[in-house]
T-cell receptor, first 113, second 110 residues
Framework: DADVTQTPRNRITKTGKRIMLECSQT?????MYWYRQDPGLGLQLIYY???????NKGEISDGYSVSRQAQAKFSLSLESAIPNQTALYFC????????????FGSGTRLTVV | SQKIEQNSEALNIQEGKTATLTCNYT??????LQWYRQDPGRGPVFLLL?????KEKRKERLKVTFDTTLKQSLFHITASQPADSATYLC?????????FGKGTMLLVSP
């Protein structure tokens, strides 16, 4: 099993729909992150959480919300999807000491039509 | 504002040569810097971390340098192979989260 599992892998949704992307990790790390990647723009941080009771906005949080249901689970929601949220979304986890790098999931390719 | 610059043009080299990728940053004093590999449509994979008090780090065919005066990191792959073809991202780290560069694509031809 992968260390970081994202579901779904691909999703097409309509404008205005609410959608949730799920992420779970088996690394036992406290820190979890959601990034968005667009061609030519690199990875942009949406939200991050350093423990179950800690949620922080990243650089592009507008239009998104998150929930940290447990140490191992961190979900991202688009309350009302719009076409410019079409992107590749990655969840990641890291240790609190930052001795090692981030472990990323395989990504969710989201298309909003 | 913080800025990370990686060469946006792809680097084309022949198999067996050394590839050198550059990461420059401004308005930043990172405590460490990480390098990742990303294949198309897949999540980045961590390669190496170097701390501000380290000049150089090696792992197999990979070598990273970190010059905090120049605000630059160099990433080298020696004896490059076609399987090394990918996009390489640098990520200077502070005390909370990582910010990633846009990456440089490396193409190694046989």
């Amino acid at each position: 099993d992968a260390d970081v599992t994202q579901t779904p892998r691909n999703r097409i949704t309509k404008t205005g729909k609410r959608i949730m992307l799920e992420c779970s990790q088996t690394k036992g790390h406290d820190r979890m992150y959601w990034y968005r990647q667009d061609p030519g723009l690199g990875l942009q941080l949406i939200y991050y959480s350093f423990d179950v009771k800690d949620i922080n906005k990243g650089e592009i949080s507008d239009g998104y919300s998150v929930s940290r249901q447990a140490q191992a689970k961190f979900s991202l929601s688009l309350e009302s999807a719009i076409p410019n949220q079409t992107a590749l979304y990655f969840c990641a986890t890291s240790d609190s000491d930052r001795l090692y790098g981030y472990t990323f999931g395989s990504g969710t390719r989201l298309t909003v039509v | 504002s913080q800025k990370i610059e990686q060469n946006s043009e792809a680097l084309n080299i022949q198999e067996g040569k050394t590839a050198t990728l550059t990461c420059n940053y401004t308005n930043y004093s990172p405590a460490y810097l990480q390098w990742y590999r990303q294949d198309p449509g897949r999540g980045p994979v961590f390669l190496l971390l170097i701390r501000e008090n380290e000049k150089e780090k090696r792992k197999e065919r990979l070598k990273v340098t970190f010059d905090t005066t120049l605000k630059q990191s160099l990433f080298h792959i020696t004896a490059s192979q076609p399987a090394d073809s990918a996009t390489y991202l640098c990520a200077p780290g502070g005390y909370s989260t990582l910010t990633f560069g846009k990456g440089t694509m490396l193409l190694v031809s046989p």
